[in-house]
């Protein structure tokens, strides 16, 4: 049983286009959802994170959108650029499980 | 700071012969963890670590074992190596739970 399903698994946006990964998890205990980027040959690093006392949170480009009814969230990121190519995986933790769960990961390829 | 090194980056290996990976940290860090990474699948949590002479089985912990006889590094063991254990294998350490994990360079393993 997938605890954080991810979509899409691929995406290819242009460059200057908004680019969306959705994520959707399963335990309403989750309180804790960061975001990591893996670019090719490389381990994963964090990117951003969120907690579900906010809506939303934004770092530059990027800004995770949170909905704690739907149990759902979301990266956004505006101005796409070629540099952003990369695989994006979201995670979510929380107490019973707080070591976190990641989803399958969204292959991101922006064309110039 | 080297953050977080893996060793080897690269093996091949034959069925049913063993193997240990390492990783190492000098961030202090308390908790450590293996991941391995295969196409689709995303990162599946193999063994981790709260502390120094700790461990716990992960996710994905079948065929592997770990010692955490240091705090700084995490070993993870294959003691007859299968096919199916081919993949990309990460380290990561983290302060606590809800930081934020930092991930070594990754091994590639390769069972014939």
């Known amino acids: 049983q997938q605890q954080v399903k991810q979509s899409p698994q691929s995406l290819i946006v242009q460059k200057g286009g908004i680019s969306i990964i959705n994520c959707a998890y399963e335990n309403t205990a989750f309180d804790y959802f960061p975001w990591y980027q893996q670019f090719p040959g490389k381990g994963p690093a964090l990117l951003i994170a969120i907690r579900p006392d906010v809506s939303e949170k934004k770092e530059g480009r990027f800004t995770i959108s949170f909905n704690k009814s739907a149990k759902q969230f979301s990266l956004h990121i505006m101005d796409s650029q070629p540099g952003d190519s990369a695989t994006y995986f979201c995670?979510?933790?929380?107490?019973?499980?707080?070591?976190?769960?990641f989803g399958r990961g969204t292959s991101l390829i922006v064309h110039p | 700071n080297a953050g977080v090194t893996q060793t080897p980056k690269f093996r091949v290996l034959k069925t049913g012969q063993s193997m240990t990976l390492l990783c190492a940290q000098d961030?202090?860090?308390?908790?450590m963890y293996w991941y391995r990474q295969d196409p689709g699948m995303g990162l599946r949590l193999i063994h981790y670590s709260v502390g120094e002479g700790t461990t716990a089985k992960g996710e994905v912990p079948d065929g592997y074992n770990v010692s955490r006889l240091k705090k700084q590094n995490f070993l993870l063991g294959l003691e007859s190596a299968a096919p199916s254990q081919t993949s990309v294998y990460f380290c990561?350490?983290?302060?606590?739970?809800?930081?934020?994990?930092?991930f070594g360079p990754g091994t590639r393993l390769t069972v014939l």
């Open positions: 961030m202090n860090h308390e908790y």
């Open positions: 990561a350490s983290s302060y606590f739970t809800y930081n934020e994990q930092f």
């Open positions: 995670a979510a933790a929380g107490p019973g499980s707080y070591i976190p769960t």
